[in-house]
């Protein structure tokens, strides 16, 4: 049985997830408005990536014999003023999922709850993942985006970046 402040974080970051999915799915339409298919396409796999999160979440607390508590998720108030923007506002936004992951990672090694680590040593992993996927879109766009053709060759690889669901067993 889980420790009741674990398991009201744990519901509560199955919630951040879902928010991140939807900011993510507010970057693709941005995008897509914007003409840039590769960046929309970018974005539509990663809120794919952070919906996973939260139902791989939501099974562990459920194999736990817990219940899950959703939360209203509130439409993104962004203002993009360039191409550049949704990137800087993902770096941060993963800067603070990553905090929000140690935090349950640290009071489960509080609590000795060792079986909540080991779920959420791969969420780590993945955090210094997304964190470092952020950071590589900002220097590429930084080099490359504000040429015409630069903007067109990053657009491409974005474009063929395709979903592969996580492999994390529960």
């Known amino acids: 049985m889980l420790d009741a402040k674990i398991a009201e974080m744990i519901n509560?970051?199955?919630?951040?997830?879902?928010?991140s999915a939807y900011l993510y799915l507010d970057f693709a339409n941005y995008y897509e408005d914007q003409g840039l298919d590769g960046f929309a396409n970018w974005y539509q796999v990663q809120a794919q990536e952070e919906r996973d999160h939260a139902m791989l979440m939501r099974t562990y607390l459920l194999n736990n014999g817990e219940k899950i508590h959703f939360s209203n998720i509130e439409m993104p108030v962004k203002e993009y003023k360039s191409p550049e923007d949704p990137l800087h506002y993902a770096m941060e936004h993963e800067c603070y999922i990553t905090g929000r992951i140690?935090?349950?990672?640290?009071?489960?090694?509080?609590?000795?709850?060792?079986?909540?680590?080991?779920?959420?040593?791969?969420?780590?992993?993945?955090?210094g993942e997304e964190e470092k996927n952020a950071d590589d879109l900002i220097k590429k766009?930084?080099?490359?985006?504000?040429?015409?053709?630069?903007?067109?060759?990053?657009?491409?690889?974005l474009l063929a970046r395709a979903y592969v669901a996580p492999s994390l067993t529960l």
């Open 12 to 19: 509560d970051q199955i919630n951040a997830e879902f928010v």
């Open 102 to 127: 140690n935090q349950i990672y640290g009071a489960a090694h509080e609590k000795h709850d060792y079986r909540t680590m080991q779920f959420y040593d791969w969420f780590v992993k993945e955090q």
């Open 141 to 157: 766009f930084s080099l490359f985006g504000h040429d015409p053709k630069g903007l067109y060759e990053l657009n491409q690889e």
